[in-house]
Each structure stands twice: as structure tokens, then as C-alpha cells.
């Protein structure tokens, strides 16, 4: 399940939530939300922001995670 859209300021932004289910069994593995903003700076030049947290079921350990990328395109 996902949102997403165009903010001000050319700013594209997106929320998603995801649900982890194993191919057998009935136990759960957990679920996580991941968010996303990006910005084109320049014609050759886009910033990203990445945001995600994993919340772990039974004996899954809980994890975030947070990190920039920067694209160049020559």
C-alpha cells in the first residue's frame, strides 16, 4: 500500500507500508514503513532522502534505517 505525490517547491514525495507474510505457514514475519522525498536541484542534479522502519515479528529484530543519495547525470 503507497502514497505519493507532488509537494511545493518541486518536491515528490511517497509513503509506503509493506506486510511480510512467509510462502508457508501462518506465522508473521512483521511489517515496515518506508517514506520517500526527492528534489531535481538542477537539470543534472537530484537530491533523495530515504527513510524506512522494518518492525520485526516473534523473533525479528526491529530495524531503521536512513540514508541520502545524490544523483549526477552527465
Given amino acids: 500500500?503507497?502514497?505519493?505525490?507532488?509537494?511545493?517547491?518541486?518536491?515528490k514525495a511517497k509513503v509506503a507500508y509493506h506486510w511480510f507474510d512467509p510462502d508457508e505457514g501462518s506465522s508473521?514475519?512483521?511489517?515496515?514503513?518506508d517514506a520517500v522525498i526527492s528534489k531535481k536541484v538542477s537539470e543534472n542534479m537530484e537530491l533523495l532522502a530515504k527513510y524506512a522502519?522494518?518492525?520485526?515479528?516473534?523473533t525479528l529484530d526491529d530495524r531503521a534505517k536512513f540514508w541520502l543519495q545524490l544523483t549526477l547525470n552527465y
Fill in 28 to 33: 508473521d514475519l512483521g511489517e515496515e514503513l
Fill in 1 to 11: 500500500v503507497y502514497v505519493g505525490g507532488n509537494l511545493p517547491h518541486n518536491y
Fill in 53 to 58: 522502519y522494518f518492525h520485526g515479528a516473534d
